[in-house]
């Protein structure tokens, strides 16, 4: 039962999400006040709900502000590509009219409508810490009726947790990397997470003081750009250092000046 009222809660959202366009006379989509809604910010906007205001402009009546961290801004979640969706299947395509991506996401900030808005016509924009987000406001049409709130937990969950971004550097772009780092003992567990497993192959392991990370390209092919080498490291690594690095060419050579550095 619980899998099922999660299910629903998720399709639920998924109907309220709107479809990234521009700013258009006819409504981008239909909510009662109360219901949760799910305002699309396209590609790489990398702001938590800590750090997003929200306006809502009522055809009647004073502006209606969300502070940053405001219990109704529910949750800034970053959607990923079907595996086998075109998108993800024309990577190289893609790639070549985008630039080369660390990471493909596109966001989505999920809000409560206040529960006494009144019918009618509702724009919203979004601001960051650097001011009004690049994108057009969007339009609601508030309905009669009162809805409520959709899935807190669900929502919550799909957030992204603190972690550190590892960047790597050179002249040159090695075949494979072996990167280690140090840290001291938690009880916690690390994890390493490969944004870009279409292009590079990932294999790691921890001792609890020693974390070691090997890549090599996904294809057999020697990566274009240094960028695409770059992973996140989540999960509790107090104390956490780079130890080493170690870079190859495709015929076993080491290459020197390859540096590792972690953001």
């Known amino acids: 039962m619980k899998r099922l009222r999660s299910l629903s809660v998720a399709v639920v959202i998924a109907l309220l999400t709107a479809a990234a366009a521009q700013a258009d006379p006819i409504p981008t989509l239909a909510a009662r006040a109360g219901d949760t809604i799910g305002l699309p910010l396209g590609r ?78 509702l724009a919203v924009t979004l601001h960051g810490p650097a001011g009004a987000l690049p994108m057009e406001p969007l339009l609601i049409e508030v309905v009669p009726g009162v809805g409520s709130p959709h899935g807190a937990h669900v929502l919550a969950a799909l957030e992204r947790v603190e972690h550190v971004v590892v960047v790597i550097a050179g002249r040159e772009v090695p075949h494979a990397l072996q990167v280690e780092f140090a840290h001291r003992a938690s009880p916690g567990v690390a994890r390493v997470v490969n944004p870009r497993g279409d292009l590079k192959s990932l294999v790691w392991s921890d001792t609890g003081g020693r974390l070691r990370i090997v890549m090599t390209p996904a294809n057999g092919r020697t990566l ?18 780079v130890a080493g690095v170690r870079a190859y060419d495709v015929d076993g050579r080491l290459l020197p000046d390859v540096a590792v550095t972690i953001h």
């Open 44 to 121: 790489q906007v990398q702001l938590s709900r800590h750090q997003m205001t929200v306006h809502l402009v009522p055809e009647v009546g004073p502006v209606i502000t969300y502070e940053p961290g405001d219990p109704r801004i529910r949750g800034v979640v970053n959607v990923y590509p079907d595996p086998v969706s075109k998108l993800a299947l024309e990577a190289v395509k893609q790639r070549a009219a985008r630039g080369h991506d660390v990471d493909w996401w596109d966001t989505t900030v999920y809000v409560d409508l206040p529960v006494d808005v009144k019918p009618g016509l």
């Open 224 to 241: 274009s750009h240094l960028v695409d080498f770059t992973f996140y490291l989540a999960g509790e690594l107090p104390g956490l250092e």
